[in-house]
């Protein structure tokens, strides 16, 4: 299945696109895409659904394929050249960061430039959602919990994430700085996450290309490395690293500006385009 959200933001309902080419509303068998409601057992629910007969909507914006996100769970320096770019050695763990969920945006929506930025970059990934209970789950069993899979952009603000004191979370967490989507794939149309192909353009530039068999660490490895340590839960969505081309590492950084368009996605997962813009001054929440 490809389950998405199509409507204004804050105002998307779920949605499954039909083998017809149409897109159904899942809203009658359930509220949103997010936490217990993209559980195994909530999937096979929806599958066992006849799609056919769901009320047909009209295209129009793509919101983030999960509502919210309980964790946000991403992975640095997961591929081989993107290491070797980026003048560091292959980590002998996974390297665990956060971006916090506030992060999450629509496919297409814009990426806002935060207020102090000026090493904004780009970072194509597959995103992995978890569909069930992870607590010390072996690497033959982790992919058997994978509610599905997406493309995520890891938005990254370079100068906030290593210039600055503290952890990478900073660099990593502005509003916008987490498109996902358009579509979460689920995980049987998904035979094999080791052997996807990526890519990412900037103004019609490819700056990444790769596969996911350039990972360091595989995806049953992350999710059993990372269920060690803490509880996966539904719903819990995994960034699981980037290929070589971020703008970080070429020489001259080529770091995004204002009116750039940067394009990307996965073979069988979608794709997302996002116009670069300058965030709104902040204003004071009451």
Known sequence: MKLLRIGAPAAEIPVIWHEDGSYRDLSSLVGDLAGS???????????????????????????????????????????????????????????LFNKASTALSGPNDPILRPAGSSQLDYEVELGVVIGAVCEHVSEAEALEKIAGYCV???????????????????????????????????ADEVPDPQDLKCWLDVNGETRQLSTTGDMIFSV????????????????????????????????PPQWLQPGDEVNLGFVGLGEQTQIVEEAPAPSLVP
């Open 220 to 251: 049953a490895e992350i999710i059993s490395y990372l269920s060690r340590f803490m509880r996966l839960v539904p719903g819990d969505l995994i960034a699981t690293g980037t290929p070589e081309g971020v703008a970080m590492g070429m020489e």
């Open 37 to 95: 409601t993209v559980s195994l057992e909530t999937l096979e629910r929806l599958r066992a659904a006849d799609h056919g007969a769901l009320p047909e909507i009209a295209p129009d914006r793509i919101g983030s394929c999960l509502a919210w996100v309980p964790n946000f769970h991403c992975i640095g320096l997961n591929y081989r050249r993107h290491a070797e770019e980026s003048g560091m050695a292959a980590p002998s763990e996974p390297i």
């Open 152 to 186: 995520v952009n890891d938005v990254s603000e370079r100068s906030f994430q290593l210039t600055r004191q503290g952890q990478w979370v900073k660099g990593k967490s502005a509003p916008s700085f987490g498109p996902v989507g358009p579509w979460l794939v689920t």
